[in-house]
């Protein structure tokens, strides 16, 4: 995969004011070609760390594991070591693989660990505090990711996030005023107070040095001794210490018995585009595939890209999939989900009849399908994507819930908990923060991994053996957002920067609401209306990063939408 000419490119997406409709895409993006690699990422240092990794020859697991540490330091608020995620990999001998890192279930925990004396869920209980933080798995995952896939050592892996916390880096005006936003709640925590806000109770100002002595503690140990440091070590102790003090759930048991999973992913075709992305406890991986399924009966290249007759087939497929992800997905250690129905085309013809091209069918119409009536033929979270020049490739998604996750830092340990409790069903029926709403099969159980909307992809194309490595952050957005990018590129020949500065749309069965981001026209607009969709304004979507190698040239594209992300390609070697 090697071609002559070297050439280095740098793509840097700057703010982009979330009430401001989307510009065109600039000079910025541009194919390479004579490059070992590319890296996209939502945060610079962790491209500029990937792209280093690939420079000494890193494959692209290597490069995806130390991109990750490095945004535990500079992007506290997505990054983490006290989160989840998922990494869906492709190795370059065309085997395909999910590593499984969700957060568990403290095994005290029980179904109604967020219920008040009324039996009503309490979302003070299910979205903040110690109860809120599930097991993490983000270290455990990450490192097994390495051990099985990678070429480097742990210590080399981690060296560059030890070195910037050690250090410190500038304070930036994406980090100033996301802790300017969540100062009230981290001035709560003495640990996060003391780290991240200074002595008057606000952020640091843009420019001033952020170091993270801790959290440098932390790093090292990682590498010292590896992901049982996190588990079974010192921070296991300091981490279960703190959340003993504060009336939480997580013991040492609790760490030392969490383990990574690796699964098999999901995979459909699309327009004869294979398409594989992470199976159950991922939520959006299984929507994904339904939706493209359910909309490759309809002729979406014919009626243009965000014209109103697409928008309104995609708005249905997505109702129809959120329906079904409310009724069904959930962890299936623990639960039988009809997986492998809810993917198949079979389900996807039967369920495409309920989509009308002239009109909206109200959410109250809309019930989950039957899947065992058919048989067959997975907020704050941060995605970066590699491809190297062996033809491996990663699609990493992250998260900690919301931004900072429970705004707690563990006295000693440095690193933000995550808030994912809140990603079960305390109550069936009811939504959870991001208005989603699901059942009993997502009901809390001790050990039980919560539902996620995180949705890594992988796309091969079958006229050039080309491969496109995306995916975003955006709680229940994620799906969606994925699924125009796939359809900007493989229905309407755009590049990465065009997919993905086209403006962007939302539907996820209820609220029975179609938000769109600014930027569609009025006509359109009108248009959706008189189909019988309510459609109100939204802020902007997703923060998607792209890689794609194709007829011996990589391209690569950073959202615009959230600042400070990089994509950046490294020379051949």
């Known amino acids: 995969m090697r071609a002559p000419v070297p050439f280095l490119l740098m793509t840097l997406a700057g703010p982009m004011p979330a009430?401001?409709?989307?510009?065109?895409?600039?000079?910025?993006?541009h194919p390479t070609r004579g490059v070992?690699?590319?890296?996209?990422?939502?945060?610079?240092r962790a491209t500029e760390s990937a792209l280093a990794v690939l420079a000494r020859g890193g494959n692209a697991v290597d490069a995806a594991v130390t991109a990750a540490f490095t945004m535990a330091v500079t992007l506290p608020r997505a990054g983490n070591l006290g989160g989840s995620g998922f990494l869906l990999g492709h190795l370059a001998d065309?085997?395909?693989?999910?590593?499984?890192?969700?957060?568990?279930?403290?095994l005290a925990a029980g179904s109604d660990l967020f219920l008040d004396a009324n039996g009503n869920r309490d979302p003070s209980k299910a979205q903040s505090g110690a109860l809120s933080v599930g097991v993490p798995g983000s270290v455990r995952g990450l490192a097994l990711a390495l051990e099985k896939y990678g070429t480097i050592p742990i210590a080399e892996a981690v060296a560059p996030a030890i070195a910037l916390a050690e250090t410190g880096f500038p304070v930036d005006a994406s980090l100033h005023d996301s802790l300017s936003a969540c100062r009230e709640d981290l001035a709560r925590c003495p640990e996060a107070r003391r780290i991240f806000l200074t002595e008057e109770g606000g952020p640091p100002a843009i420019g001033d040095q952020l170091v993270q002595t801790a959290l440098a503690r932390t790093l090292r140990l990682i590498s010292e001794q590896g992901a049982n440091a996190f588990y079974t070590g010192r921070i296991a102790r300091l981490l279960t210490d703190d959340m003993a003090r504060r009336g939480g759930l997580i013991t040492q048991g609790d760490l030392a018995a969490y383990r990574a999973i690796e699964r098999e992913p999901l995979r459909t075709t699309y327009r004869g585009h294979t398409i594989i992305t992470p199976p159950p406890p991922s939520s959006g991986g299984v929507q994904l595939l339904e939706m493209l399924n359910l909309i490759e009966r309809f002729p979406l290249r014919e009626s243009g890209p965000n014209s109103a007759a697409s928008i309104h087939l995609m708005a249905e497929a997505m109702k129809l999939a959120h329906a079904d992800r409310a009724a069904y997905l959930a962890d299936p250690d623990f639960v039988e989900v009809p997986t492998a129905t809810l993917v198949s085309k079979g389900y996807a013809e039967t369920r495409s009849a309920l989509i009308d091209p002239g009109r909206s069918r109200p959410s109250v119409e809309i019930a989950p399908g039957l899947p065992g009536a058919h048989r067959p033929e997975s907020p704050e979270t941060t995605h970066l994507s590699v491809i190297d020049e062996a033809g491996n490739a990663v699609a990493l998604t992250t998260t900690l819930n919301f931004s900072y996750g429970a705004r707690i830092i563990a006295t000693g340990t440095g690193f933000f908990l995550n808030n994912q409790m809140d990603m079960f069903d305390a109550k069936p029926g009811e939504a959870n923060a991001y208005g989603l709403r699901s059942g009993e099969h997502n009901a809390i159980a001790p050990g039980k991994r919560m539902i996620s909307s995180m949705a890594p992809v992988l796309v091969f194309f079958p006229d050039d053996g080309g491969i496109l490595a995306t995916?975003?952050?955006?709680?229940?957005?994620?799906?969606?957002?994925?699924?125009?990018?796939?359809?900007?590129?493989?229905?309407h020949d755009m590049n990465l920067a065009e997919a993905t500065c086209a403006p962007r749309f939302h539907h996820q069965w209820w609220p029975?609401?179609?938000?769109v981001e600014r930027g569609f026209s009025p006509d359109t607009l009108r248009l959706l209306k008189e189909k019988g969709h309510r459609v109100s304004e939204a802020r902007s979507m997703g923060s998607v990063q792209s890689v794609r190698f194709r007829n011996g040239t990589f391209e690569g594209y950073s959202d615009p939408r959230r600042p400070g992300a990089l994509t950046l390609p490294v020379r051949d070697h």
């Open 19 to 29: 009430t401001e409709p989307l510009q065109e895409p600039e000079a910025r993006f």
């Open 36 to 44: 070992a690699g590319m890296v996209a990422t939502q945060e610079a």
């Open 94 to 106: 065309g085997a395909d693989f999910v590593i499984d890192f969700r957060e568990r279930a403290p």
């Open 471 to 491: 995916g975003t952050p955006g709680g229940s957005r994620i799906a969606n957002t994925t699924l125009q990018i796939l359809v900007n590129v493989i229905d």
């Open 512 to 515: 029975d609401q179609l938000e």
